[in-house]
Nanobody, 130 residues
C-alpha cells in the first residue's frame, strides 16, 4: 500500500490553475504535517508549501506566496495544493510528503527542508507552457 498518492497534475497554459491532491493511507494522517515539494529537471528538490497537523500556521516558499494555497481534509485523509496564476517556472514534478508533527517541539521551519519526511508520494507532473 502506497502511503501517499498525488494526482491533479497536467499541462496548462500560463495564468491557469490546477489543484493537486495528496491522498494518504496506512498511517494516522491527522498527526502528520503535509508538505508539497517540487523538482524541475536539473534542479534540486525544493519546498513549496506545508501545513502542520493542527497548528494554523502555514509555510509557503516566496516564489509561490499569493498564488498557491495549501489545505487539508482530515476526514478524507487528503491534502490539497491549489495553484493559481501558474507560470512556466512552476513546471516540475510535484511531490507530497508527510512528517509526524503531533508534538510541542515540532517547528514550521521543518517545512523548508526535504530531510526527515517519513512518507513520500510518487509525484505528479505539472507543465506550464503556451
Amino acid at each position: 500500500q502506497v502511503p501517499l498518492v498525488e494526482s491533479g497534475g497536467g499541462l496548462v497554459q500560463p495564468g491557469s490553475s490546477l489543484r493537486l491532491s495528496c491522498a494518504a493511507s496506512g498511517f494516522p494522517f491527522q498527526y502528520y504535517a503535509i508538505g508539497w515539494f517540487r523538482q524541475a529537471p536539473g534542479k534540486e528538490r525544493e519546498a513549496v508549501s506545508c501545513i502542520p497537523n493542527s497548528d494554523p500556521s502555514l509555510y509557503y516558499a516566496d516564489s509561490v506566496k499569493g498564488r498557491f494555497t495549501i489545505s487539508r481534509d482530515n476526514d478524507k485523509n487528503t491534502a490539497y495544493l491549489q495553484m493559481d496564476s501558474l507560470k512556466p517556472e512552476d513546471t516540475a514534478v510535484y511531490f507530497c510528503a508527510a512528517q509526524y508533527s503531533n508534538y510541542d517541539r515540532w517547528d514550521l521551519a521543518n517545512c523548508k527542508s526535504s530531510i526527515d519526511w517519513h512518507y513520500w508520494g510518487q509525484g505528479t507532473q505539472v507543465t506550464v507552457s503556451s
